[in-house]
């Protein structure tokens, strides 16, 4: 079974309908490994917690990873920007400011993840801490 859908990953992390073409089944087991799997242990999969915490984890974990590549495509021509008609692109500045937002709420989103396990024993709690850029160390 897999750890959540691409669809579920655009609906739990994002207002506006994303392609699932642009999220890549790696996308998700790589988010699953760096964002779940390195706090949790013996997860299970059809559990309220797991629903409940885990998943949105997991979604803004790839939301993450695939922000810069979303507005861009590789090509026969090289990389290029793929351009919306109608949509005006957001500075570079912007975009930092808008993946520092999503970072931060998958902190939060970690940190819920973790108290959740501690609380209900259902999860094996091993790691806490996100720093937006690192783990911190086992407790």
Known sequence: MAAITK?????????RNLSTDHILQTDIEIAKDMYVDAYLDDITYESTIYDTYVKPVIAFGVIVNIFFRVASEITDRGVVAMV???ANGLDQESKLSLLGEIKMTLSKLIERMIAAAEETSTLTFETIGFTGEEKQEKL
Request: proline share 0%; charged share 15%; glycine share 8%.
């Open 7 to 15: 669809s579920e990953v655009v609906s739990l992390a994002l207002t």
């Open 84 to 86: 919306s008609e109608g």
